[in-house]
């Protein structure tokens, strides 16, 4: 007779544990979880749920916003049925939209509200009695709510010198629910990556009306990164640019990772190619990243055990899953161990493109005058303290240097270049990690490119990696794709897997060189672009393999937010964005525009809304018709696969941008000026 439904499973699971406290005479309790149905499946839950009912809760996560197809049909039903019905928002304070749609006499729906707000199951037992004996007249007695504390500490390792600390914020719901298995196995991961953890849990990470986050005044001054599993802290994903508030999390001047806690199975994860469900990826990868969060991948999975259900659904809970727990965990200890190596010791490899594979197009990076882009960041970081040396005065001077070390122009890379280089991976140490990649990753790489070496840049037992030690930075070229195919064509190529080559290239510095970080210098790069699921990446995803656990930060022209946003969610990306050149490139005016910005709506809804991209399929084709580009793309209707198309245009959009009509390449932390700030 009793009903609650809820977008949030952890009140579900601590309803479930209060239910087989009550006595067997207690009236019946059912829930339900409207997460991600659509409006004919609302209908069908509304009308299951209403079956037999005489009291509903109803509290959604983002008030009536969080569940338009059926929070107004509910409380329609309600009335017409004469049920009671209690609506709450997802936030401390009252939602007025909410409390509005309610029968209940405002004061009962307050009083609710606070048992949900101190949600242990202490408090969900006195909750359901309270539900009983005031609308249904029924005599089990009930204690008003227990006041539970919004924050507290979890789980803190004592400081030691020379060893980072990695704090974790998690929900208090998780802590009060007993929820609490995923942060058991994060944390000792963590340990486990040899850091120190501080774990917190708190209500929320928004700020107060003084603009404090108090749980992050405990972790301020004690963390050297710090993983969230928690949602945005600046705003609501309704809020304006101008409105959004992360400061707090500024603050703590440490890197800030966002660890998924996916809402589906792992057998369904492990299925998708999307890798998140559109409600995940929102609400855990697009709006976070507002903060200035990095997405650090996914730790654990929803489950649910039907078995002996006492709330008529099968009760949710998280559970972890250890490799990617220890996935999330390395990287956040080695972006917090970037605090404590000194600047002296530290490690840094720049790697740039080649786009196609040739010596003259070594470093065209879109937009960035590479060179002495590459130039000044050796500045940079030899004011830091690190060594770097050379003794180029001219970025040409460090670009006929790469080219005289070899490269990967197959024109002109000569036997002697490949016996004399200096910086190289023995191929039996490449096969013995190659061995542990996932079956399905090595399959489908050597039913492209054949059994480990391969036959390309291999120089008797080591593979070649074409690069200069310059002190302690490696300046690298990214290697290729692919041989012997459109070196345009296999950029984007979403189903082309990686050569043994490129895996070793970056196994090579990352585990052999011993690189403390990557900078990937400028787009035009590659790695985000290989196969495997867009979000919360699995090991057997080729961007995964490749990168492993080493932080990557990636200078990026600040106006193609489309490509930059598949670095960020495909391979953990610190995206600092960097000026468009004045007068620097082609561009694309008028329809190409248009198009441009299609392609930058078509990375946002693939992840975000998926079923509107058949829509957007229409307008792309109007405008690649509008512009008459049916010809150069050598498409003349309209293609059914327009993932394919997408990525097809991609290309040529950016063999036109790369354009020269004029001098003038943006160089990276220098302003324009003169003319070019002016003109």
């Known amino acids: 007779m009793l009903r609650l439904l809820t977008t949030a499973d952890t009140e579900i699971l601590a309803t479930a544990a209060a239910v087989r406290r009550l006595p067997e005479s207690f009236p019946e309790v059912r829930c339900a979880n409207p997460s991600g149905l659509g409006a004919e499946h609302s209908v069908e839950l509304i009308d299951d749920l209403l079956d037999g009912a005489r009291v509903v809760l109803c509290r959604i996560l983002g008030g009536r916003r969080g569940w338009p197809d059926g929070i107004d049909l509910l409380a329609q039903r309600c009335r017409e049925r004469q049920i009671t019905l209690l609506t709450l928002g997802g936030e401390a304070e009252p939602d007025a939209e909410m409390t509005a749609l309610a029968t209940a006499p405002a004061g009962a729906v307050a009083q609710a509200g606070e048992y949900l707000r101190h949600g242990d199951v202490d408090n969900i037992e006195q909750l359901l009695r309270f539900m009983a004996d005031t609308f249904l007249f029924e005599g089990y007695g009930f204690e008003p709510p227990a006041e539970v504390e919004d924050m507290g500490v979890y789980r803190r390792d004592p400081r030691r010198e020379g060893r980072p600390t990695v704090g974790f914020c998690f929900y208090r719901s998780h802590f009060l629910t007993g929820n609490t298995e995923f942060v058991d196995a ?9 850091a120190g953890v501080f774990a917190v849990w708190s209500y929320s990470l928004r700020a107060d009306p003084q603009g404090r986050v108090p749980v992050l005044d405990l972790l301020a001054g004690e963390v050297d990164a710090l993983v969230v599993s928690m949602l945005a802290t600046g705003g609501s994903g309704a809020a304006e640019a101008d409105e959004w508030d992360a400061s707090a999390l500024a603050a703590l001047d440490v890197p800030v990772l966002q660890a998924v806690t996916s809402t589906q199975s792992r057998a369904a994860w492990l299925e998708s190619d999307s890798g998140l469900q559109p409600l995940d990826a929102a609400t855990q990868v697009a709006i976070p990243e507002f903060d200035g969060r990095l997405l650090a991948g996914v730790i654990s999975f929803k489950e649910r055990d039907a078995h002996d259900s006492p709330v008529g659904v099968p009760v949710p809970r998280y559970v972890a899953d250890p490799e990617r727990c220890a996935r999330v965990a390395r990287l956040a200890v080695r972006h917090a161990r970037l605090r404590l190596i000194p600047a002296a010791k530290r490690r840094v490899a720049v790697l740039l493109t080649a786009f ?13 005058d590479t060179p002495a882009s590459a130039l000044k960041l050796f500045e940079a ?18 670009m006929h240097a790469l080219i005289a070390a070899g490269g990967h ?10 016996q004399a280089a200096p910086l190289r991976l023995p191929v039996a140490d490449y096969e013995r990690w190659y061995a542990t990649l996932p079956r399905e990753l090595r399959e489908s790489i050597e039913r492209r490119w054949g059994p480990p070496p391969g036959d390309q840049y291999v120089d008797g037992d080591d593979f070649f990696v074409p690069g200069l030690e310059l002190g302690n930075v490696l300046v690298a070229i990214q290697p290729p794709r692919g041989y012997g195919d ?35 210098l400028g787009k035009h790069g590659t790695l985000e672009w290989l196969p495997g699921k867009m979000l919360a990446l699995s090991p057997g995803c080729a961007p995964d393999a490749a990168i492993g656990e080493i932080p990557l930060i990636y200078p990026f022209v600040v106006n193609d937010p489309g490509e930059g946003v598949q670095a960020k969610r495909r391979a953990h990306a610190l995206i600092v964005d960097h000026l468009v050149p004045p007068m620097m490139r082609a561009e694309s005016y008028d329809e190409l525009a248009e198009l441009e910005s299609l392609l930058d709506e078509y990375a946002r809804l693939e992840v975000l809304d998926p079923i509107k991209l058949p829509a957007l399929a229409a307008r792309i084709w109007a405008a690649i018709e509008a512009a008459n580009l049916q010809a150069d793309l050598d498409v003349h209707e309209r293609p059914e696969d327009l993932g394919k ?13 790369d354009i020269q009509i004029k001098d003038g390449l943006h160089i990276l932390g220098c302003s324009p000026a003169g003319e070019q700030l002016t003109g």
């Open 356 to 368: 196609p594979t040739r010596h003259a197009r070594i470093g065209m990076a879109v937009g960035l």
């Open 381 to 398: 970081l030899q004011a830091d303290g690190m060594v770097v040396d050379h003794d180029f005065s001219h970025g040409d001077q460090l």
């Open 645 to 657: 198309l997408v990525e097809h245009i991609d290309g040529y959009l950016c063999e036109i941008k």
């Open 186 to 194: 994060f944390c000792d991961a963590v340990n486990a990556a040899g």
């Open 409 to 418: 122009d197959p024109e002109f890379l000569t036997d002697a270049q490949l």
């Open 486 to 520: 459109d070196p345009v064509a296999i950029y984007h190529d979403p189903e082309l897997p990686p050569t043994h080559h490129y895996l070793a290239c970056y196994r090579f510095i990352d585990q052999v060189w011993g690189a403390d970080a990557i900078v990937h």
